[in-house]
């Protein structure tokens, strides 16, 4: 029985089973352990013990930071300084790693908004069509040649406006006559190509030497600094905390429009609200990691597995476990390639994802018969 | 105690314009406190345009008032805590807990972001006791059976704690047993305080009947009445707002319907253009036929049927104009005259196959007559006539009279109904000539059992 918009696929056994706080700490447990893991692995693999040594340094006198290494590193028959390990570490692989964290975790917690906003399982910033608009939005910033000492803040600027152009399509969509998953797919396909097309055309007419083509349609996290990981943590923690207070009103959209209007809630402003809000922090996201595919449809359906889908604990809980995956991506993409070349972690998430995907996708349409 | 003075939901010249179509017409009504009110009426009637114009859920015309408040100058949470609202479907998306479904009719009293207080907590608690859902508490909402989950969405409706309830078909995916319990439990909750009131479209007409106070009919977006089911539940209302007969019966102060079954079909025929029927019957060989004719909208009229007969029961019944005889008695000449003056204003004459005796004669000989002057005569063949022809063969003479100057024999009803709905009075030149009856000759006084 119902209409075309129940989803059974997003039938999973009441309440849960795990608590929430429980659930939290094995997420930031993972976290911990992820990121000790990815500092050790690299170009250059740094061994475990220096890579603890260095973080005890840290923590407990930055001044001497690289006076000792316990394991050496030898690099084609010479040991590498423990300065410039020390360096590696801190320059590169914890902005990386940071970042792929806060990118993971800002479009899982836009996924798991959209699929609530839209009652959709296959909402998701990049399926919809939001990513390549806030890429378009940033790959704009560069073609219009402003000066980069602007970027830090002008390309989240423009991602959000090119994001916002996106999410006002899908909100036009869902808004003209029935908004089924069908309607909502297939718009977010149109407009992921279109813009796909028009980011292949502005980067083959003015090449921009510094960024690969791949930047924009699987994701870049080698080469992140300090400031954009500031940024990004300002942007995506300030969105998300917002986001993730309105776990409520999720849970009563998901009673429909009509009874969540019967109880007292302005249906259209909240999900205008939600809407923007995702679609700011997906735009923080994309402007300094790139459009990086389905961490925001896999890390809500993982949570909602383990832990119900009770908004108010799977935003957060699907934010941390975003970071987390895409973290996880980003090492093994690294591993793979470890001859130094860099894989893009889109692709790691997409080969995961599609066929999670396909896998949602045709469990609904068996349930819908 | 003020608070109770004021209406809780009061509407005046409530008017709705939906897709371009006017669904809701210039509806005045006012629900006093304590009161249970049943919307009843067809499908697209407006019960449920005129439930959620009440709540301000949609653009509407006219004054909406809850408890004496502008619904429109009401914010979304405030109305909420004044009135709650079960819609008639629901999908929920997600398989939450009974526990935290409920929980969420609390959303008008808390704050987007506030964690639960302790009153919100007891409103869950008492609201899963008072519908009865406690058992089940932990079960998910998708994996209940539609009765529980019923429950569930009235579990909610009350943790909400507005005083107000209007429910859209709450009843219609429930097996007898739930639906009972479900009424019984609006029931209780409008005699639980005086602020209480309860507004619930229904469809059954019993199950109203039964347990509202007051009942609202709508046809095409009109309230044509309302009042106490012991009033209000006539056949004749039944009928022009359903478009069925039903048989009314009285117990106490409340009416129960029963339907007939085969008044289907009478609303799909054009309205116009049915030609007038006349009937000539008598010892039950009518009583089909007419069941047949009467929901299906053409005016018929009956003749001349004895007293006491089935099918005079069955005129009497259907509320048919008929011309009456007393029981057992041959035709006399004033029931011969009024029967023909009846035939000759109606388009079509149709004889069932009656037995024919010698006191029921005329009951051929007139239609030959009315034949003969240019009218239209169809039979409907039964038993053949030597079987039915207690005269010595004068009846069998009149009916292959009849026959042998153009008056069709149909051997099955449905032909004879097929042509019935065929048949043009204008085209037909039929035998109309004192124009309409006037008035409603009604049989008198024992026959109108119903």
């Not at chain 2, 209302?237 to 079954?261: I, K, M, N, Q």
Request: hydrophobic share 45%.
């Amino acid at each position: 029985m119902g209409g075309p918009r129940i989803l059974r696929s997003w039938r999973f056994p009441a309440g849960g089973k795990a608590r929430p706080l429980r659930m939290v700490l094995l997420l930031l447990g993972s976290v911990g352990t992820a990121t000790i893991l990815s500092m050790a692995l690299g170009t250059v693999p740094i061994p475990f013990p220096d890579v603890l040594s260095f973080l005890l340094q840290r923590i407990v006198n930055p001044g001497a930071l690289g006076s000792s290494c316990p394991v050496p590193v030898v690099v084609e028959g010479q040991v590498v300084p423990c300065t410039i390990l020390a360096a590696i570490l801190w320059e590169n692989r914890v902005p990386e790693i940071l970042l792929a964290l806060l990118v993971g975790g800002a479009l899982a917690i836009s996924g798991g908004t959209m699929q609530g906003i839209f009652r959709n399982p296959l909402g998701d910033p990049y399926l919809l069509g939001i990513s390549s608009g806030a890429a378009v939005g940033a790959a704009a910033f560069f073609v219009a040649g402003y000066g980069l000492q602007y970027a830090l803040v002008a390309l989240p600027l423009f991602a959000f406006l090119g994001a916002m152009g996106s999410a006002a399509v899908i909100l036009l969509a869902s808004h003209s006559g029935r908004s089924t998953v069908e309607t909502l797919l297939l718009t977010g396909v149109a407009l992921a190509s279109f813009f796909g097309a028009v980011i292949s055309l502005v980067i083959t007419l003015r090449p921009l030497s510094s960024i690969p083509l791949t930047f924009w349609t699987l994701g870049y996290l080698s080469n992140a600094t300090w400031g954009e990981v500031a940024l990004a943590f300002g942007g995506i923690l300030a969105g998300s905390l917002f986001l993730a207070l309105h776990g409520r009103d999720l849970n009563l959209l998901q009673l429909g429009d009509e009874t969540a209007r019967g109880l007292g809630c302005d249906v259209e402003r909240v999900r205008r609200r939600l809407l923007v809000l995702s679609a700011l922090v997906t735009a923080v996201a994309v402007a300094f990691s790139g459009a990086i595919g389905f961490v925001g449809l896999i890390s809500p359906h993982i949570i909602r597995r383990l832990r119900g889908p009770d908004y108010r604990y799977l935003l957060p809980l699907s934010t941390l476990f975003g970071g987390l995956f895409l973290l996880l991506a980003d090492d093994l993409a690294v591993t793979i390639l470890g001859g130094g070349g860099e894989l893009p972690p889109g692709v790691i998430t997409s080969f995961v994802g599609a066929p999670f995907f396909l896998w949602i996708l045709y469990r609904r349409r068996r349930r819908l018969g | 105690m003020k608070e109770s003075a004021i209406p809780p939901l009061e509407t005046s010249g409530l008017s709705v314009v939906l897709g371009g179509q006017r669904v809701l017409r210039d509806v005045t009504l006012s629900v006093a406190p304590g009161e249970f009110v049943a919307l009843v009426g067809p499908n697209g009637s407006g019960k449920t345009t005129l439930l959620r114009a009440a709540l301000g859920m949609i653009p509407s015309d006219g004054d909406v008032r809850l408890y004496g408040r502008d619904v429109r100058g009401l914010r979304p949470r405030e109305r909420a805590r004044l009135a709650s609202w079960v819609p008639q479907q629901e999908v929920p998306a997600d398989n939450l807990p009974v526990v935290d479904f409920v929980t969420l009719g609390r959303y008008p009293h808390q704050g987007s972001f506030a964690p639960s207080r302790p009153e919100d907590f007891s409103a869950v608690e008492e609201a899963l006791r008072e519908a009865d859902v406690d058992p089940f508490r932990n079960r998910g909402v998708l994996d209940l059976s539609g009765g529980e989950r019923q429950r569930v969405l009235f579990a909610r409706a009350l943790a909400q704690r507005a005083p107000l309830l209007l429910l859209d078909e709450p009843t219609s995916h429930l097996d007898m047993a739930h639906q009972l319990e479900i009424m019984d439990h609006l029931r209780r909750y409008v005699r639980r305080s005086r602020d209480h009131a309860v507004v619930a479209s229904v469809h059954d007409l019993n199950l109203a009947s039964r347990f509202a106070d007051r009942i609202l009919w709508l046809s095409e977006g009109r309230l044509v009445s309302a009042g106490p089911p012991g009033e209000t539940i006539t056949s004749d209302l039944v009928y022009r707002v359903f478009g069925v007969w039903a048989e009314v019966h009285r117990r106490g102060d409340r009416a129960f319907v029963f339907p007939r079954l085969d008044s289907g079909p009478g609303k799909d025929l054009p309205v116009t253009g049915r030609p007038q029927v006349h009937v000539v019957g008598g010892g039950g060989s009518a009583e089909a036929l007419l069941e047949r004719l009467v929901p299906m909208g053409y005016p018929v009229t009956a003749g001349v049927l004895h007293l006491l007969d089935s099918d005079a029961e069955t005129c009497g019944r259907l509320r048919i104009p008929a011309a009456f005889e007393a029981p057992f008695s041959p035709l006399s000449a004033e029931a011969r005259e009024r029967n023909r003056k009846m035939m000759r204003a109606a388009d079509l004459i149709i004889l069932a196959p009656f037995s024919v005796g010698e006191g029921n004669l005329g009951n051929l000989e007139d239609p030959l007559e009315l034949l003969r002057a240019g009218g239209t005569v169809w039979t409907l063949a039964g038993p053949s006539l030597p079987e039915r022809d207690f005269t010595g063969g004068r009846a069998s003479q009149l009916y292959r009279s009849l026959i042998a100057h153009g008056a069709r024999e149909f051997q099955r009803m449905e032909d004879l109904l097929q042509a019935i709905a065929e048949f043009a009075p204008e085209a037909g030149g039929g035998t109309r000539r004192d124009g309409p009856l006037e008035g409603r000759l009604l049989p008198p006084g024992p026959v109108r059992s119903s």
